[in-house]
């Protein structure tokens, strides 16, 4: 596989979130994540769905959520997960582990970049912890992948067992919808300390 690179100056570092209507989790990881970083990050943050319901809405009651927190999915639809998503991101975040296995079985290569939301955040924990003077000094870009690089590796590290998927609160209570937010919330939480971390 190639070793991602920083992006130019003129293009911008991509990360693709994945569930599977794209209508709860990989909007709420998209939006999240996207207001995490801030516009100058030099990072896209995109999202689609393995089953997507094409065309729908980001589901209301997390709408109301993602609104509340700062980052107003107004405007979204829902998009179905292609080869040419896959090809085109640095890092794929999944809600699932099945979600994982269905973008690497789209793209074998993606292998190496493609990790569930909570397994990427445990992975980057462990790897932040380990760098030492390795670490890069600045830019979110240069630190995905660098992180991207190592992430693999550390996967027999983790805490076994190991908690990988988040739960889908489609067709569910209010509560369930938030009980989601707050996960991918405090995951994304995690990895913004850890990439603006001097």
């Known amino acids: 596989m190639t070793t991602p690179q920083a992006p130019a100056e003129d293009e911008r570092w991509s990360v693709l979130t994945v569930c599977t209507g794209n209508v709860c989790r990989s909007p709420a990881m998209e939006y999240l994540l996207r ?11 995109r999202s689609a769905g393995t089953r997507a319901l094409v ?4 589901e ?15 405007g979204f639809a829902a998009r179905g997960l ?11 975040l999944t809600a699932e582990k099945a979600h994982r296995s269905a973008v690497v079985a789209l793209q074998p290569r993606a292998l190496r970049r493609t990790f569930t ?21 600045q830019g979110v870009p240069e630190r ?21 998927d988040v739960p889908d609160p489609y067709g ?16 994304v939480a995690t990895l913004r300390a850890v990439l603006l971390d001097s």
């Open 35 to 45: 207001a995490a970083l801030g516009p100058g990050a030099g990072v896209e943050v």
């Open 55 to 58: 065309g729908r809405p980001v």
């Open 60 to 74: 209301p009651p997390m709408a109301r959520l993602l609104t509340a927190a700062g980052a107003d999915p107004t």
């Open 82 to 92: 292609t080869p040419a998503d896959v090809a085109r991101a640095d890092l794929v």
């Open 117 to 137: 939301l909570l397994e990427f955040v445990d992975l980057v924990v462990l790897a932040r912890a380990a760098a030492g003077h390795d670490w890069p000094t």
């Open 144 to 164: 995905l992948v660098w992180l991207v690089a190592r992430a693999p590796a550390l996967r027999p590290q983790r805490p076994w067992p190991a908690e990988d």
């Open 172 to 187: 569910r209570d209010d509560a369930c919808f938030a009980a989601t937010a707050g996960r991918v919330g405090a995951a």
